[in-house]
């Protein structure tokens, strides 16, 4: 499964990343994993101390940081100094569906959204692949909750906004990178470690106090693997982040 990378899923790169885990399923905080594992034994931002890691990161944050680099439609909003951006998910999102979460979809994210922030202005945005309009629309009226187009860049979003409030989405963290503060409904593989504002209490697995770069250049460089796939043979190969992150430079 990959996670973050356009050129890892773009098809003519011939090289891809993936996630699995012999503990459980990486998003599952009921659970303990490899992933967890990892981040639990990370000295905090540690991601500097490596040229490669620290490369990488740098050059994520200069190209964007955004899971769907494709969707970036303009956003003219101008948000109040005071005002909160929720974030929804695509229903069904198995994320949610498998951890602990005080939110079971979006329309209860909204709802915690203003039970959390009673006299806040609120804005949601939709999954950018999110088809349930009807949804957005009950969001919109019941809580008195402004609209971000699900088309706008996330990135720009993000950046107009203090605060955001996620459930499990991986856009917490995006936005944790990109200098929000993140509240979270729910236990996802980045909450907990000490720069996100947790609606669920404490987990006692996740003793470790790190920042969104550290998980997030732990999750790619570390977690994640990576496989180059030849063609003309039919076949793959396993390769170090090293290589991958070389070959993706030179597709740029």
Known sequence: MSIWGASATNAKANFFSYVSDAKGIYYDGRVETELEVILNSLTSKSWRDCELTKRFILNQKEAGIQKYPEVDGFLDTVPQDDAIL???????????????????????????????????????????????????????????????????????????????????SGAGLEAAMLGCKVYTAGTSFYSHWG??????????????????????????????????????????????????????????
């Open 86 to 168: 929720i974030v929804g998910q695509v229903s069904g999102d198995a994320s949610t569906l498998h951890t602990e979460t005080l939110a079971h979809g979006n329309y209860e994210l909204a709802k915690l959204g203003r039970e959390l922030f009673p006299e806040k202005p609120l804005y949601y945005k939709p999954h950018p692949y999110e088809r349930e309009n009807g949804e957005t629309r009950r969001i919109l009226q019941d809580f008195d909750i402004s609209l971000v187009p699900a088309n706008a860049s996330f990135e720009s979003a993000a950046k107009r906004f203090d605060a955001v409030l996620v459930n499990t």
């Open 195 to 252: 720069f996100t504002q947790d609606c669920i209490q404490p987990h006692p697995r996740r003793h470790n106090k790190l920042s969104p770069e550290d998980v997030y250049s732990a999750f790619v460089c570390r977690y994640a693997k990576f496989l180059t796939f030849d063609e003309n043979t039919n076949t793959a190969k396993s390769i170090s982040f090293r290589q991958f992150f070389e070959l993706q430079e030179r597709v740029k």
